[in-house]
C-alpha cells in the first residue's frame, strides 16, 4: 500500500502538487487581480481551503472514488456505470441518454484540451523563477520552457518505466517544501490562520461584487487535475489515493497557500511572484529546478493520461484506430500513441510562444477543469439513483454540494473565454465532433452491412451442395458483426473460387469493463463444414491482439496454425452519395477520417506478410 501510495504522488497528484506555482499569484497579479488588502487575502484563502476540501477531500476523494467500474476510473468508465438500456434501473429517455453520452464525449475532449494547455502553464511557471532570481535571465525563460518541452514529448516513444520510478520520491520532497516553506511565513505571520473561517469567504464576494466571482476564476487554478483522481484510480486503487491525499498532499497544499497569504499580509510587493518570493535568496536557485522537474512529473501524468483516454476511445467506437505502442512487457496501462503525443507537443509549444507568460495562459486555464467537473457530478446523480438505487432525495442534496462549487467554478471561468478560454472550448468541440462522427458513421456502416448481408447458413448450405475447392490452412475473415456472411468471404470466393479447409468468422467486440478475464475472452460457434465463428471480447482499457485470440482458439479445439494461416480483411471506400441520415460534410468527414484510419494490422498485431485486403466501394 505503501508503495502504491508513493507511485500515486506523482502521476496523481502531479498537476493539483505544483497548482501552488500560479493559483495565489493569478488571484493579486494576474489578468482580473483584485485589490491585495488583508480582507482579500483572507477571502481567498478561505476559498482555496474550501475548494480543496469540499471538491477534492469530499467529491472526489470520499465520494465519486467509490463510482468504480472493476476498479477503474474516468470518465468513460462513470459512463459505462449507467443502467443499460431496458434493464433494471433504466429510466433514461432516448434524448436523456443521448445528451448524457454526449456530454460524456465532450468532458473527454475538454481533457485534451488540458493535458495541452497543463504542460505548457505548469512549464513556464516554473521556469519564470529564473527571472525572480534575476532580470539578467528572463530573455531566456521562453526558449529554456520550449525546449523542456521538447525534450519532454520526444522521451515518451521510450516509455515512461525509468522515469515513472523516480516520481514518488522526488514529489515527497516537493510536498514536503511546499509544506516547509508555508510554515516558515505561517508561523511569521499566524493571523493568516483567521482564513479558515468561511465567513472571510463570505465577505469577501460581498465587498467585490462581480469582481470577486472574476477572482473565483483564478482560485479554481488551485484543484486543478482533480479528475485524474478518478482516472488514475485503476492504476493505484482508492486506497492509496486516499492515504496520500490526507497523509501529505493536502496538508503540504494547505501550509503553502496559507504561508503565501502570510506572505501577501506582510509583504504585499511579493505579489509578482508569491511563491518564488517565498524562499530565501540562497534557495531559490535550487527551487527553480525542483519546481521544473515537479511541473514535468505533472505534464508526464497528463500527457500518459491522453494516451489512455485516446485507448479508449478507440476500444468503445469514438475514435479510428491508431498505432499503439506498449511500452512495458509487464504493465499493461503503459503506452505510446505517436500521433497522439506529437499533436500534444504542437500544441503545447504554441501555446506558449503565443501567450509568452504564464499569467496570460492562466486565463485560458479552467474551462476544461471545470466543465468536466460539471459532467462528472450529473453523471454521478444518474449513476447512484440508477444503478445503486439511492433514494433521489439524498442523491440529490449530496450532488446539489458538488454543482454549488462547481457550476460556481464553471459559470466564473466562462468569463474568460475573451482571454485565452475559447482555446479549449474550440479544441473539445472539434474534437466532440470528430467523436461524434466516427462512432455515427461507423453505426450507420455497420446498419447498411446488416442489411445487404447474405445470411451465414445459406452460404455454408451452399458450400455444402456444391462442395467448393478447398485448400489446406486457416483462413480468418475479420468482420464488424456477428450475423451474416462477412463482404470479405464472399468477394474472396467470387474472384478466387476456393476456400481454405478451415474458416474463422472473427469478431472483436468493446465490453463496457475496463479488462475481460483471458478465460471470457473468447466465445467459439461451430458453424459446420470447418467454419466457426469466434467472437473476443476486450475491455476499453486494452488493445485487441488477434495472434491471441487464435491461441485461446487452438486450444480449444479449432485448427488455426500461425504458419498456415491467412487474414482477410475489408477495406472501405466511403462515398458520400448515399441515403445515410447524416449531413453531406459528415459523410465527406467521416470518410475522411476512414482513409487516414491506422492500419488494422498495426493495431490487432496482425503479421502483414499473412494478410489480403479486400476492397469495396460503400455509399453512406
Known sequence: MSALALGALGVVFGDIGTSPLYAVRECFHGLHAIALNEANVLGVVSLIFWSLLIVVGVKYVTFILRADNHGEGGIFALLALLPARGTPGDDLGPKIRAAIVLAAVFGSALLYGEGIITPAVSVLSAVEGLSVATTALEPAVLPITCVILLGLFLIQKHGTGRIGSLFGPVMILWFLTLGGLGLLHIVQTPRIVEAINPLHAAHFFRANGLHGMVVLG?????????????????????????????????????????????????????????????????????????????????????????????????????????????????????????????????????????????????????????????????????????????????????????????VSFLGTNLLKLADGGWITLTIALCISLLMSTWKRGRAELAAKSRASRLPIDIFIGDVGTFKPHRVPGTAVFMT????????????????????????????????????????????????????????????????????????????????????????????????????????????RLF????????????FFGIPPSRTVELGSMVEL
Open 218 to 406: 483564478s482560485v479554481v487554478l488551485c484543484i486543478t487535475g482533480c479528475e485524474a483522481l478518478y482516472a488514475d484510480m485503476g492504476h493505484f486503487g482508492r486506497r492509496a489515493i486516499r492515504l496520500s491525499w490526507n497523509g501529505l498532499v493536502l496538508p503540504a497544499l494547505l501550509l503553502n497557500y496559507f504561508g503565501q497569504g502570510a506572505l501577501l499580509l506582510a509583504s504585499p510587493s511579493a505579489a509578482s511572484n508569491p511563491f518564488f518570493l517565498m524562499a530565501p535568496t540562497a534557495l531559490l536557485y535550487p527551487l527553480v529546478a525542483l519546481a521544473t522537474v515537479a511541473t514535468i512529473i505533472a505534464s508526464q501524468a497528463m500527457i500518459s493520461g491522453a494516451f489512455s483516454l485516446t485507448q479508449q476511445a478507440i476500444q468503445l467506437g469514438y475514435c479510428p484506430r491508431m498505432r499503439i505502442v506498449h511500452t512495458s512487457g509487464q504493465e499493461r496501462g503503459q503506452i505510446y500513441i505517436p500521433m497522439v503525443n506529437y499533436a500534444i507537443m504542437l500544441g503545447c509549444l504554441g501555446l506558449v510562444l503565443s501567450f509568452q507568460e504564464s499569467s496570460r495562459l492562466a486565463g485560458a486555464y479552467g474551462i476544461a477543469v471545470t466543465a468536466t467537473m460539471t459532467i462528472t457530478s450529473i453523471a454521478y446523480f444518474l449513476v447512484s439513483t440508477g444503478r445503486w438505487r439511492w433514494k433521489p432525495y439524498k442523491a440529490a442534496l449530496l450532488v446539489a454540494l458538488f454543482l454549488l462549487f462547481d
Open 480 to 587: 464488424l458483426s456477428d450475423q451474416g456472411t462477412p463482404v470479405t468471404l464472399l468477394h474472396h470466393f467470387k474472384h478466387n473460387k476456393v476456400l481454405h479447409e478451415t474458416v474463422l468468422l472473427l469478431t472483436v467486440r468493446s465490453a463496457n469493463d475496463p479488462t475481460v478475464p483471458e478465460s471470457e475472452r473468447v466465445e467459439i460457434t461451430s458453424l459446420d463444414h470447418g467454419f466457426y465463428r469466434i467472437i473476443a471480447r476486450y475491455g476499453f482499457m486494452e488493445t485487441p491482439h488477434v495472434p491471441d485470440i487464435l491461441r485461446l482458439a487452438r486450444e480449444r479445439g479449432v485448427s488455426a496454425d500461425p504458419a498456415a494461416t491467412t487474414f482477410f480483411l475489408g477495406r472501405e471506400t466511403i462515398l458520400p452519395s448515399g441515403p445515410a441520415h447524416m449531413r453531406e460534410w459528415r459523410k
Open 591 to 602: 470518410a475522411f477520417m476512414s482513409r487516414n484510419a491506422g492500419r488494422p494490422t498495426t
